[in-house]
């Protein structure tokens, strides 16, 4: 089949809608269950490239959580600790430990749920029964991957009454050299990126320290080729084989330096003491954890005003306060994170608030007139930059 009707457009106003192949050739997926929408598609090719090219750069199987044509996290298949199994909320989920495709998507959901919310799933590898029980549970859109087991497809086919969209992707497939999209009756074309973001782009050193380590690299590689299927501008921050924020598509490049610092500043905190302790009530839903989440740990909310809202609903007794004073000084301890960018960074101020939330090692193209004032910055606080010389706007 080389054509699909879709329910509608980006709104439902816009209708009719449809996908089909150029060249007359099959489309590179099949429908197992559901009905694609447009944006559902976008999202699942997008994000099938960006967990197919981690596969192919770190041998590791590769999960993403996607919304609105953006990744919320990218992650390896990796074992979890007891702590972030709990702050991710999957510390029930029976046989995790022996499934690194359901730890990657673990990781990729529990990064950002506020944003996952709704999310389309991207998996590298086969979807096994264990990952079809975590994203059972939680609030999703779609999924794509190059197969599933028999067991999975049973217990996703029953999600949202029947209507959750499953896609199993062609893994041999390669797009057309040129690709072309129209925006207001004008036809675009351009090269395919098919840029190849490995550790042999990360050999441009230009700060004092030049100590790079493995996990380091590994952790660049995951954020660029994030960032590459991120709207741009974009930055992301990584850790421990997962981005732990994301800043996509704001016009100026300290804000999305901003947006995904406070992510990562989030995850951070999500896996304190203070947060995994929490009297919460049974039966309180995940997406009202978040919720409370989301203001408790917010080092611009106040810590009363955080907790006066319903908490009496949600939890056994008042919780503590969580001190703007405590956030900070369990933030200080973090180091080692790796910050990306798809574009230069045009002043130090980018800098200046990724060392807030733990960053040691960045990653960028270079090119800017202010590279010099950029560089000095780094040395200043022995941290370690490579210039790659590859620009990732995405569009």
């Given at each position: 089949m080389n054509?699909?009707?879709?329910k509608?457009?980006?709104?439902p106003?816009q209708k009719p809608?449809s996908?089909?192949?150029?060249d007359?050739s099959?489309?590179p997926f099949?429908?197992?269950?559901?009905?694609?929408g447009?944006?559902?598609?976008l999202?699942?090719l997008?994000s099938?490239?960006?967990v197919?090219?981690l596969?192919?750069?770190l041998?590791m199987p590769?999960?993403a959580?996607?919304?609105?044509v953006?990744?919320?996290s990218?992650?390896?298949?990796?074992?979890?600790?007891d702590r972030?199994?709990?702050?991710?909320?999957v510390d029930?989920?029976?046989?995790?430990?022996?499934s690194?495709i359901?730890?990657?998507?673990?990781?990729?959901?529990g990064t950002?749920r506020?944003?996952s919310f709704?999310d389309?799933i991207a998996l590298s590898?086969v979807?096994?029964e264990t990952?079809?029980?975590?994203?059972?549970?939680?609030v999703s859109?779609?999924i794509?991957?190059?197969?599933?087991?028999?067991e999975?497809?049973?217990i996703?086919?029953?999600?949202k009454s029947?209507r959750?969209?499953?896609?199993k992707?062609?893994?041999?497939?390669?797009p057309a050299?040129v690709?072309k999209?129209?925006?207001?009756?004008?036809?675009?074309?351009?090269k395919?990126?098919?840029v190849?973001?490995d550790r042999s782009c990360?050999?441009n050193i230009?700060?004092e320290?030049?100590e790079?380590?493995?996990?380091a690299k590994?952790n660049?590689?995951i954020a660029l080729?994030?960032?590459?299927?991120?709207?741009?501008?974009s930055?992301?921050?990584a850790y421990?084989?997962q981005?732990?924020g994301?800043?996509?598509?704001q016009q100026?490049?300290v804000?999305?330096?901003r947006l995904a610092?406070?992510?990562?500043?989030?995850?951070f905190l999500?896996?304190?003491?203070?947060v995994?302790s929490?009297p919460?009530?049974?039966?309180v839903?995940?997406?009202?954890?978040?919720?409370f989440?989301d203001?408790y740990?917010?080092l611009e909310?106040t810590?009363e005003?955080a907790?006066?809202?319903?908490?009496e609903?949600?939890f056994?007794?008042?919780?503590?306060?969580?001190?703007i004073?405590?956030?900070?000084?369990?933030?200080?301890?973090?180091?080692?994170v790796?910050l990306?960018?798809d574009a230069?960074?045009?002043?130090?101020?980018?800098?200046e608030r990724?060392?807030q939330?733990?960053?040691?090692?960045?990653?960028?193209?270079?090119?800017?007139t202010?590279?010099d004032v950029?560089?000095?910055?780094c040395n200043?606080?022995?941290?370690v930059?490579?210039?790659?010389?590859i620009r990732?706007?995405?569009?």
């Amino acid at each position: 089949m080389n054509s699909m009707e879709l329910k509608y457009g980006c709104n439902p106003n816009q209708k009719p809608a449809s996908v089909s192949m150029e060249d007359g050739s099959d489309l590179p997926f099949e429908v197992l269950n559901g009905k694609p929408g447009y944006i559902n598609l976008l999202d699942a090719l997008n994000s099938w490239q960006l967990v197919k090219e981690l596969k192919q750069a770190l041998d590791m199987p590769a999960a993403a959580s996607f919304k609105h044509v953006s990744p919320t996290s990218a992650a390896i298949g990796r074992k979890m600790s007891d702590r972030l199994k709990k702050a991710c909320f999957v510390d029930d989920i029976q046989g995790l430990d022996d499934s690194l495709i359901a730890t990657a998507y673990a990781r990729a959901r529990g990064t950002d749920r506020m944003s996952s919310f709704g999310d389309f799933i991207a998996l590298s590898d086969v979807c096994d029964e264990t990952c079809a029980r975590l994203i059972k549970r939680e609030v999703s859109d779609g999924i794509i991957a190059p197969g599933y087991t028999q067991e999975a497809l049973d217990i996703l086919e029953k999600k949202k009454s029947g209507r959750y969209l499953v896609l199993k992707m062609d893994p041999s497939y390669e797009p057309a050299a040129v690709e072309k999209k129209q925006v207001y009756g004008v036809t675009f074309s351009q090269k395919h990126n098919d840029v190849k973001l490995d550790r042999s782009c990360l050999t441009n050193i230009v700060t004092e320290n030049k100590e790079l380590p493995d996990e380091a690299k590994e952790n660049m590689i995951i954020a660029l080729i994030a960032l590459k299927y991120t709207q741009s501008n974009s930055v992301a921050f990584a850790y421990d084989g997962q981005c732990i924020g994301i800043g996509a598509g704001q016009q100026s490049r300290v804000h999305c330096t901003r947006l995904a610092g406070g992510k990562a500043d989030n995850w951070f905190l999500r896996q304190s003491d203070k947060v995994l302790s929490l009297p919460w009530k049974e039966g309180v839903k995940r997406p009202d954890k978040d919720n409370f989440l989301d203001r408790y740990i917010a080092l611009e909310e106040t810590p009363e005003a955080a907790i006066e809202i319903d908490w009496e609903e949600k939890f056994t007794e008042k919780p503590e306060p969580f001190t703007i004073a405590e956030k900070r000084a369990l933030l200080a301890k973090e180091e080692n994170v790796v910050l990306a960018s798809d574009a230069f960074f045009p002043f130090s101020d980018n800098i200046e608030r990724a060392i807030q939330s733990g960053v040691k090692y960045i990653v960028q193209p270079g090119g800017s007139t202010r590279d010099d004032v950029v560089l000095d910055y780094c040395n200043q606080h022995d941290l370690v930059m490579v210039c790659n010389g590859i620009r990732l706007f995405h569009h």
